[in-house]
């Protein structure tokens, strides 16, 4: 089992950017594949970013590449998640999300895959 927590976001202008940070517990973190994910109101919960246990592969939605960069420290059980050149369309609570194991290239961007969620943190952009 693992347990996330998020951290870092708050309101910010357009143009700016933010880290986003989830913290896991248990001890096989390293062993997990995680995923970023964020939901606007009245919007379906969307893929943003995920990557493998190793770092070796990372996935980013169309909206989002060139902008955000996820990356891990796994001696720091934690996931970061890099949000660069933000725009009022990116306001939504973002969610950390993992599963055991890895996902193929094929389903990484469904949420339904991913056993472990955080309780989300708010990311606002401001025009």
């Known amino acids: 089992q693992v347990q996330l927590v998020e951290s870092g976001g708050r309101l910010v202008q357009a143009g700016g950017s933010l880290r986003l940070s989830c913290a896991a517990s248990?001890?096989?973190?390293?062993?997990?594949?995680m995923g970023w994910f964020r939901q606007a109101p009245g919007k379906e919960r969307e893929f943003v970013a995920a990557i493998s246990w190793s770092a070796a592969y990372t996935y980013y939605a169309d909206s989002v590449k060139g902008r955000f960069t996820i990356s891990r420290d796994n001696a720091k059980n934690t996931v970061y998640l890099q949000m660069n050149s933000l725009k009022p369309e990116d306001t939504a609570v973002y969610y950390c999300?993992?599963?055991?194991?890895?996902?193929?290239?094929?389903?990484?961007?469904?949420?339904?895959?991913?056993?472990?969620w955080g309780q989300g943190t708010q990311v606002t952009v401001s025009s």
């Open positions: 248990g001890r096989t973190f390293s062993r997990y594949f």
């Open positions: 999300a993992a599963v055991k194991g890895t996902l193929s290239m094929d389903n990484y961007y469904l949420p339904t895959l991913y056993d472990h």
